[in-house]
Protein backbone atom coordinates (compact mmCIF):
# COMPACT_ATOMS: atom_id res chain seq x y z
CA UNK A 1 0.00 0.00 0.00
CA UNK A 2 1.91 3.25 -1.22
CA UNK A 3 -0.46 6.08 0.18
CA UNK A 4 1.22 9.13 -0.59
CA UNK A 5 4.65 9.02 -2.11
CA UNK A 6 7.12 12.26 -2.33
CA UNK A 7 9.89 12.64 -4.74
CA UNK A 8 12.64 13.51 -3.65
CA UNK A 9 13.07 12.65 0.02
CA UNK A 10 15.98 15.05 0.19
CA UNK A 11 17.34 17.94 -1.82
CA UNK A 12 19.91 20.39 -1.29
CA UNK A 13 19.85 23.65 -3.78
CA UNK A 14 21.99 27.11 -4.01
CA UNK A 15 19.87 29.86 -3.60
CA UNK A 16 18.49 30.94 -7.51
CA UNK A 17 18.11 27.31 -8.18
CA UNK A 18 14.82 25.68 -9.42
CA UNK A 19 13.02 22.25 -8.72
CA UNK A 20 9.92 20.80 -8.38
CA UNK A 21 8.66 18.76 -5.77
CA UNK A 22 6.49 15.63 -6.65
CA UNK A 23 3.16 13.98 -4.63
CA UNK A 24 1.80 11.06 -5.94
CA UNK A 25 -1.27 9.54 -4.18
CA UNK A 26 -3.23 5.76 -5.32
CA UNK A 27 -6.15 6.23 -3.17
CA UNK A 28 -8.15 8.33 -5.65
CA UNK A 29 -8.37 11.07 -3.44
CA UNK A 30 -9.91 14.27 -4.76
CA UNK A 31 -8.01 16.79 -2.51
CA UNK A 32 -4.43 17.59 -1.79
CA UNK A 33 -2.15 19.56 -0.40
CA UNK A 34 1.09 21.01 0.12
CA UNK A 35 2.36 22.15 4.16
CA UNK A 36 5.67 23.36 5.20
CA UNK A 37 7.02 22.53 8.56
CA UNK A 38 9.51 24.35 10.24
CA UNK A 39 10.25 24.09 14.07
CA UNK A 40 7.90 25.86 16.78
CA UNK A 41 5.58 26.76 13.79
CA UNK A 42 3.64 23.72 13.25
CA UNK A 43 2.89 22.98 9.44
CA UNK A 44 1.86 25.59 7.40
CA UNK A 45 -0.25 25.48 4.28
CA UNK A 46 1.42 26.59 1.13
CA UNK A 47 -1.50 25.29 -1.79
CA UNK A 48 -3.96 22.87 -2.33
CA UNK A 49 -6.35 21.54 -4.63
CA UNK A 50 -9.69 20.04 -4.75
CA UNK A 51 -9.84 18.49 -7.87
CA UNK A 52 -7.62 17.97 -10.81
CA UNK A 53 -6.81 21.06 -13.01
CA UNK A 54 -7.57 23.40 -10.10
CA UNK A 55 -5.43 25.17 -7.50
CA UNK A 56 -5.81 27.55 -4.59
CA UNK A 57 -3.66 29.65 -2.22
CA UNK A 58 -3.02 28.58 1.50
CA UNK A 59 -1.58 30.63 4.53
CA UNK A 60 2.50 30.73 2.68
CA UNK A 61 2.24 30.49 -1.30
CA UNK A 62 4.45 33.38 -2.42
CA UNK A 63 7.20 31.72 -4.00
CA UNK A 64 5.96 28.22 -5.00
CA UNK A 65 3.62 27.36 -7.99
CA UNK A 66 1.45 24.39 -8.22
CA UNK A 67 -0.10 22.05 -10.56
CA UNK A 68 -2.48 19.44 -10.59
CA UNK A 69 -2.80 18.09 -14.23
CA UNK A 70 -3.74 14.65 -12.67
CA UNK A 71 -5.69 13.92 -10.29
CA UNK A 72 -3.09 11.52 -8.61
CA UNK A 73 -0.86 13.72 -8.87
CA UNK A 74 0.46 17.36 -7.52
CA UNK A 75 3.18 19.50 -8.21
CA UNK A 76 5.51 22.13 -5.98
CA UNK A 77 7.33 24.08 -7.91
CA UNK A 78 10.25 26.36 -6.29
CA UNK A 79 10.76 28.48 -9.53
CA UNK A 80 13.63 30.78 -7.47
CA UNK A 81 15.11 28.95 -4.38
CA UNK A 82 15.71 31.22 -1.13
CA UNK A 83 16.91 30.36 2.02
CA UNK A 84 14.10 30.87 3.43
CA UNK A 85 12.32 28.08 1.94
CA UNK A 86 14.40 25.59 3.69
CA UNK A 87 12.13 23.24 5.26
CA UNK A 88 10.28 19.95 5.68
CA UNK A 89 7.39 19.70 2.77
CA UNK A 90 4.28 17.36 3.38
CA UNK A 91 1.91 16.47 0.70
CA UNK A 92 -1.43 15.42 1.94
CA UNK A 93 -4.42 14.10 0.37
CA UNK A 94 -7.81 13.05 1.35
CA UNK A 95 -11.41 12.34 -0.03
CA UNK A 96 -14.12 15.22 0.30
CA UNK A 97 -15.73 15.61 3.85
CA UNK A 98 -14.63 15.37 7.17
CA UNK A 99 -12.18 12.58 6.92
CA UNK A 100 -8.74 11.97 7.26
CA UNK A 101 -5.77 13.41 5.75
CA UNK A 102 -3.05 11.10 4.76
CA UNK A 103 0.41 11.86 4.64
CA UNK A 104 3.85 11.87 2.70
CA UNK A 105 6.82 10.98 4.75
CA UNK A 106 8.19 13.98 3.97
CA UNK A 107 10.41 15.98 1.82
CA UNK A 108 13.78 17.76 3.23
CA UNK A 109 14.51 21.01 1.18
CA UNK A 110 17.99 22.82 1.98
CA UNK A 111 18.28 26.11 0.09
CA UNK A 112 22.37 27.54 0.75
CA UNK B 1 -9.84 33.84 11.31
CA UNK B 2 -9.80 30.32 12.89
CA UNK B 3 -6.33 29.80 15.06
CA UNK B 4 -5.36 27.00 17.54
CA UNK B 5 -2.70 27.43 20.08
CA UNK B 6 -0.98 24.43 21.95
CA UNK B 7 0.00 25.14 25.26
CA UNK B 8 3.65 23.57 26.05
CA UNK B 9 6.13 23.12 23.30
CA UNK B 10 7.30 20.43 25.31
CA UNK B 11 5.52 18.27 27.56
CA UNK B 12 7.52 15.56 29.82
CA UNK B 13 6.20 12.77 31.62
CA UNK B 14 7.40 9.57 33.52
CA UNK B 15 6.27 6.00 31.93
CA UNK B 16 2.43 5.29 33.34
CA UNK B 17 2.07 8.93 34.39
CA UNK B 18 -0.78 10.80 32.94
CA UNK B 19 -0.52 12.54 29.60
CA UNK B 20 -2.20 15.82 29.27
CA UNK B 21 -1.27 18.06 25.76
CA UNK B 22 -3.54 21.08 25.78
CA UNK B 23 -5.03 22.38 22.68
CA UNK B 24 -7.44 25.64 22.13
CA UNK B 25 -9.37 26.99 19.23
CA UNK B 26 -10.78 30.56 18.01
CA UNK B 27 -13.08 30.15 15.70
CA UNK B 28 -16.30 32.11 15.10
CA UNK B 29 -18.16 28.73 15.06
CA UNK B 30 -17.37 25.55 16.34
CA UNK B 31 -15.12 24.13 14.39
CA UNK B 32 -13.82 20.38 12.67
CA UNK B 33 -10.99 19.89 15.49
CA UNK B 34 -7.94 17.18 15.16
CA UNK B 35 -5.14 15.84 17.13
CA UNK B 36 -2.29 14.19 14.46
CA UNK B 37 1.19 12.53 15.87
CA UNK B 38 4.37 12.78 14.43
CA UNK B 39 6.97 10.08 14.80
CA UNK B 40 10.44 11.01 14.23
CA UNK B 41 11.10 11.14 10.03
CA UNK B 42 7.78 10.36 9.48
CA UNK B 43 4.25 12.03 8.11
CA UNK B 44 1.60 13.06 10.37
CA UNK B 45 -0.93 10.20 11.84
CA UNK B 46 -4.57 10.56 12.45
CA UNK B 47 -4.89 9.85 16.29
CA UNK B 48 -8.97 11.25 16.93
CA UNK B 49 -11.45 14.06 15.28
CA UNK B 50 -14.37 15.40 16.33
CA UNK B 51 -17.08 16.07 14.38
CA UNK B 52 -20.79 16.09 15.81
CA UNK B 53 -22.04 14.18 18.75
CA UNK B 54 -20.29 13.23 21.72
CA UNK B 55 -17.74 15.33 23.01
CA UNK B 56 -15.10 12.52 24.27
CA UNK B 57 -13.60 11.05 21.88
CA UNK B 58 -11.50 8.32 21.96
CA UNK B 59 -8.67 7.83 19.24
CA UNK B 60 -6.19 5.17 18.77
CA UNK B 61 -3.30 4.24 21.06
CA UNK B 62 -5.59 4.90 24.39
CA UNK B 63 -5.48 8.56 24.11
CA UNK B 64 -8.84 10.41 24.54
CA UNK B 65 -9.83 14.37 23.95
CA UNK B 66 -12.79 16.31 25.36
CA UNK B 67 -14.46 19.19 23.00
CA UNK B 68 -15.24 21.58 25.63
CA UNK B 69 -17.28 24.33 23.97
CA UNK B 70 -17.36 26.59 26.60
CA UNK B 71 -13.94 26.96 26.62
CA UNK B 72 -12.89 26.59 23.32
CA UNK B 73 -10.61 23.60 24.13
CA UNK B 74 -9.71 20.18 22.99
CA UNK B 75 -7.23 18.96 25.23
CA UNK B 76 -5.49 15.15 24.61
CA UNK B 77 -5.53 12.99 27.58
CA UNK B 78 -3.61 8.99 27.68
CA UNK B 79 -4.48 7.48 31.31
CA UNK B 80 -0.91 6.16 31.40
CA UNK B 81 2.44 7.03 29.29
CA UNK B 82 4.52 4.53 27.21
CA UNK B 83 7.88 4.94 25.92
CA UNK B 84 6.39 4.54 22.42
CA UNK B 85 3.87 7.51 23.23
CA UNK B 86 7.13 9.92 22.44
CA UNK B 87 6.54 11.80 19.42
CA UNK B 88 5.62 15.07 18.38
CA UNK B 89 1.40 16.09 18.64
CA UNK B 90 -0.22 18.35 16.88
CA UNK B 91 -3.44 19.72 17.21
CA UNK B 92 -5.76 21.33 14.00
CA UNK B 93 -9.21 22.65 13.40
CA UNK B 94 -10.89 22.81 9.87
CA UNK B 95 -13.72 24.73 8.98
CA UNK B 96 -17.39 23.42 9.33
CA UNK B 97 -19.79 23.71 6.80
CA UNK B 98 -20.43 24.22 3.16
CA UNK B 99 -16.68 25.85 2.57
CA UNK B 100 -15.04 23.57 4.03
CA UNK B 101 -12.46 22.29 1.35
CA UNK B 102 -10.47 20.04 3.72
CA UNK B 103 -7.92 22.28 4.71
CA UNK B 104 -6.67 22.01 8.08
CA UNK B 105 -4.84 24.82 10.55
CA UNK B 106 -2.53 23.11 12.74
CA UNK B 107 -1.10 24.44 16.33
CA UNK B 108 2.59 24.71 16.82
CA UNK B 109 3.08 21.38 18.12
CA UNK B 110 3.79 19.78 21.62
CA UNK B 111 7.07 17.15 21.69
CA UNK B 112 5.99 14.59 24.14
CA UNK B 113 9.04 13.60 26.24
CA UNK B 114 8.66 10.20 28.02
CA UNK B 115 11.41 9.34 30.82
CA UNK B 116 11.87 5.75 32.18
Redesign the interface.
Known sequence: NAG?TQTPKFRVLKTGQSMTLLCAQDMNHE?M?W?RQDP??????IH?S?GEGTT?K?EVPDGYNVSRLKKQNFLLGLESAAPSQTSVY?C?S?L??????F????SRLTVL | AQS?T?LG?HVSVSEGALVLLRCNYSSSVPP?L?W?VQYP??????LL?Y?TGATLVKGINGFEAEFKKSETSFHLTKPSAHMSDAAEY?CAV?VRGSS??????????TTLQVKP
Do not use: D, H
Open positions: VYYYGMGLRLYVAGFAKPGVGELFGEG | VQSYFYNQGLQLKTFSNTGKLIFGQG
